[in-house]
């Protein structure tokens, strides 16, 4: 019997999370993310795990640190206003080093925006939501399959960096249905929380980093007595104004993130080998890309596609490296254009670089993007 | 003298930053002298506190401790809980910290009935940000941000907690001292969301405005206007004046705690030997 099921990228998230280790849900009810809540739901307490429907957004923000802090793997869900509403406590994820998930399925905004219909205008907002300076880790598939690899590769970055990671949906991958086969749970590899790497006797400390610049935090309730705030800190976690600590704080909650970034930098090329141009794309647009360099390849045209998995950090590597060979580079998204303004700047005007935006609630028609590469080939808009 | 309580304290992050008179320390010992008189165990005991002056003594708690966000310590004590029931949770919140910003969360708490034990800090006013009017500011009463006078009603959180269904509300002050450790106590023993008012004194911002900015005549208020329910219960209305306050146990209702009432879940979805 074929283990195939049809199933959505909402779906496929959950099931990712789970076989990742994720035991505790907090959420709030938002479209198009909804169905990663009822599929946590009705699937969390049949392995043991918890779920728990949350008065607001804020709430489920922070209900997901307090269950990670607790020592369960812990995901939250959300759509445009409440991806908003979430910021303040993503950002204290970070500064506290709380391992934790956060589904963005896009919609259309700003505000109440199209709440129905897809959009991709949240790639900035992920990275820059919060206040102050941090780092970030933001993933996007584009398949339903890729719903399922990308939540599992979510959960184990927020627990090998102890960082907010941003699984950055689309409500076309989110409501996609598609026919997928998903790996068996020996298949699957996961990041096991952090353990101390000594007694308190021994003068632990909670956020004394490791090797990779992350610390070994203690879970509560092993008995270490640790202290946890927003506050910067040093590596007992009090607060400390101190502008030595401050700045080194802030230095290593980039550095644990840089020094790891070729390995968490995911891209894939298609068609690239003798590529002349190039188009970038992510997510649900990067379906509709692909076929429109499908249909340019048969014309005659030599264009490939780079598809970004791994959105923050950038690929800068990657867009540089195909800045130096290609001619021209088309960046396609579903958004007024913010992903280009990173190409651009890796790009450095070593190619040019056009941006095919859209806007106005609909996905990527192929022939929107085919006739962006046809401008591009002929040397940019007039 | 006994000093047993020292041993829940971080000797190494004291003194505390608290003004001269403040009420805080009063009420974070009691906290302390209640967890010692239940015998929780240090260990398997978390404090959560939101930001204020009165969140800053999960700092000086020698517990797993969590200084969350504005408001926000409810949401992340629900989590803590729920993950891990085995823990006591205790929450401590001020007047602002747990009626504005975290209003919403202190009645969903409530109604969710997490066995949680949440100590209000009320000093009816914002301390740390240097006096501002919280939602229990007395109305008439000054803040920097009512310079003429407070117009705002203000609210009374024990019958707000009641009526969204905490299963466990007491209001006592930081001048009675062991009456306010029984209250936390009370609120260890029930298995739901306990909510404790503890009334305490901000000489610096709040006294300061009103005509008492010394300590002592703050407490000698507390002792002169503080009633127990059962006298409270038996005042003619004529005698409830303004200034008077009752304190004491008002509610206590056994309730499946949202814990015990999710492993249900997990029995009925099958996950109970997962």
Same mark, same amino acid.
């Given at each position: 019997m074929s283990k195939a099921r049809l199933m959505q990228g909402n779906e496929a998230c959950v099931e990712g999370a789970l076989a990742a280790g994720v035991r505790f849900f907090g959420g709030y009810p938002i479209t198009p993310s909804t169905e990663v809540a009822e599929g946590m739901a009705k699937l969390l307490p049949t392995v043991g795990g918890k779920f728990v429907q949350m008065e607001d957004e804020i709430a489920s923000m922070g209900v997901v640190l307090g269950a990670s802090l607790a020592g369960k793997k812990a995901v939250t869900a959300s759509s445009g206003p409440g991806i908003s509403l979430k910021q303040e406590l993503i950002g204290y994820a970070a500064a506290a080093e709380i391992p934790v998930v956060i589904v963005n399925v896009q919609r259309v905004g700003?505000? $109440?925006? %199209?709440?129905t219909a897809p959009s991709q205008g949240d790639v900035m907002q992920a990275r820059w939501?919060?206040?102050?300076d941090h780092p970030m880790i933001a993933l996007s598939p584009w398949s339903v399959r890729e719903a399922f690899d990308t939540a599992v590769m979510a959960v184990n970055y927020s627990e090998r960096f102890r960082t907010p990671v941003i699984l950055l949906m689309d409500e076309i991958v989110g409501h996609l249905r598609e026919k997928v086969e998903l790996p068996e749970a020996s298949a699957i590899e996961i990041y096991p929380r952090r353990k101390p790497s000594c007694t308190r006797a021994e003068g632990?400390?909670?956020?004394?980093? &490791?090797k990779d610049l992350v610390p070994n935090t203690a879970n509560f309730g092993? @008995?270490?007595?640790i202290h946890v705030t927003?506050? +910067?800190?040093?590596d007992t976690g009090f607060p400390i104004g101190s502008p030595k600590i401050t700045r080194e704080v802030t230095k290593r909650l980039h550095d644990k993130i840089e020094i790891a970034r070729d390995e968490i930098t995911h891209v894939e090329e298609y068609? *690239?080998? &003798?590529?002349?141009y190039a188009v970038i794309a992510f997510g649900g647009t990067a379906r509709t890309a692909y076929e429109a360099v499908a249909n340019a390849r048969k014309k005659g045209v030599k264009v490939g596609m780079v598809r970004l +998995? $791994?959105?923050?950090?950038?690929?800068d590597k990657a867009v540089k490296k195909i800045a130096e060979k290609v001619k021209g580079i088309l960046v396609a998204e579903?958004?007024?254009? %913010?992903?280009v303004g990173e190409v651009e700047r890796v790009v450095a005007g070593k190619c040019p670089v056009e941006l095919c935006a859209k806007y106005d609630m609909t996905i990527f028609e192929p022939a929107e993007i085919e006739a962006g590469i046809d401008e591009l080939v002929a040397g940019g808009k007039a | 003298m006994e000093r047993s309580f020292e041993k829940y304290f971080r000797q190494n992050r004291?003194?505390?930053?608290?003004?001269?008179?403040?009420?805080n320390g009063i009420v974070m010992k009691a906290i302390v002298q209640a967890i010692e008189k239940k015998g929780l165990d240090q260990d398997k005991t978390v404090i959560v506190s939101g930001i204020g002056c009165s969140s800053r003594a999960s700092g000086y *708690?020698?517990? &797993?401790?969590l200084h969350t966000a504005h408001g926000r310590a409810i949401p992340f004590a629900t989590g803590i809980k729920l993950a891990n029931p085995e823990l006591n949770v205790i929450v401590i919140t001020g007047d602002g910290d747990c009626t504005a910003i975290g209003g919403n969360h202190f009645i969903h708490g409530c109604r969710r009935n997490v066995d949680l034990t949440v100590v209000l800090f009320n000093n009816?006013?914002?301390? *740390? $940000?240097? @006096?501002q009017a919280s939602p229990?500011?007395? $109305?008439?009463k000054k803040a920097t941000t009512a310079?003429?006078?407070? +117009?705002d009603r203000n609210f009374d959180a024990c019958r707000l907690a009641e009526a969204a269904g905490a299963t466990y509300v007491a209001r006592s002050t930081a001048f009675h001292v062991q009456h306010l450790t029984d209250m936390i106590a009370g609120g260890i023993d029930n298995k739901g969301f306990s909510f404790v008012e503890a009334i305490c004194q901000c000489p610096t911002s709040f006294g300061r405005k009103n005509k008492m900015a010394d300590p002592a005549k703050m407490m000698m208020w507390m002792r002169d206007n503080a009633v127990m329910k059962a006298a409270w219960d038996k005042l003619p209305d004529d005698k409830k004046t303004e200034e008077k306050f009752p304190i004491g146990l008002f509610y206590n209702e056994s309730e499946t705690d949202y814990a015990t009432a999710y492993n249900e879940v997990i029995q009925i979805a099958g996950g109970a030997d997962k």
């Open positions: 700003p505000s $109440t925006g %199209q709440p939501g919060t206040h102050g632990y400390e909670p956020f004394t980093p &490791d092993e @008995g270490y007595h927003g506050l +910067i800190h040093d068609f *690239m080998d &003798d590529a002349e +998995i $791994t959105i923050w950090p950038f690929a579903l958004n007024y254009g %913010q992903l | 004291l003194p505390h930053l608290w003004c001269p008179g403040c009420g *708690m020698d517990f &797993d401790t009816s006013i914002y301390g *740390m $940000t240097g @006096g229990m500011t007395p $109305t008439h310079p003429y006078g407070a +117009i």
